[in-house]
């Protein structure tokens, strides 16, 4: 039996514009560079923190993203996560069908702080940095049930990368969902099989359906 959703964080419920802005400004390029080199990098399959050496060469996305936080212009900086508008109603709504509902992604733990200052009606939010573990790894799923007090079998995963999201979830053992939104959701086409929205809107109609 199904009894748990497990959603992403960055393009599932959260816009990442003002994160992707930020570094823009951290690397001194334009955005719509920085956006373009990016979308070329997710149509080819390729790593997104290979943008750093592309726009900086001789420097890492490690690097950078260190140095971004000593500089005060890390996540904290961005202040609260902007949701997408379908997030909190969705949520809501799956709450009051019975779900148990989880929020976590690749993501260290000062980021996961912040989406748990929003507050969400969520019954737990995690990210691999507490799980000691990250996408696209089977370690991954199976520590995100735990968390969650659940098996693999019972989990619906959501989120919007075909390699990360779903690919991954449903080789761990859990039925996929692709949400169809951000660059890696537009760009990447997911298995045959696998139930596909354009928004959170029609996902707790679709987990009725699956359940």
């Known amino acids: 039996m199904l009894t748990t959703v497990l959603l992403d964080v960055g393009e599932t419920l959260v816009d990442e514009t003002r994160l992707w802005s930020q570094w823009a400004r951290w690397l001194g390029v334009p955005e ?31 690097l950078e993203r260190e140095a971004k936080e000593a500089a005060g212009q ?31 992604g690749n993501q260290p733990t000062a980021f996961q702080e912040l989406v748990e200052r929003l507050d969400l009606p969520v019954d737990l939010v995690t990210s691999s940095g507490s799980l000691g573990a990250e996408k696209p790894s089977r ?60 928004g959170l809107d029609a996902l707790p109609a679709l987990l009725a359906g699956l359940r």
Not at 34 to 62: K, N
Not at 140 to 150: I, S
């Open 74 to 104: 890390g996540w904290a900086a961005l202040g609260d996560p902007d949701l997408y508008p379908d997030a909190l109603p969705c949520l809501r709504a799956l709450r009051e069908a019975g779900w148990r509902v989880v929020v976590g």
């Open 139 to 198: 370690a991954y799923f199976q520590a995100l049930a735990a968390v969650a007090g659940v098996g693999v079998q019972e989990c619906v995963h959501v989120g919007d990368r075909v390699d990360n999201d779903v690919v991954a979830a449903r080789d761990a053992g859990m039925v996929a969902v692709h949400l169809r939104r951000g660059p890696w959701g537009l760009l990447h086409e997911a298995p045959p099989g696998v139930p596909a929205i354009d």
């Open 32 to 62: 719509l560079t920085l956006f373009g080199v990016l979308g070329g990098l997710v149509a080819r399959g390729q790593d997104h923190r290979e943008l750093v050496p592309l726009l900086r060469p001789g420097s890492t996305f490690a």
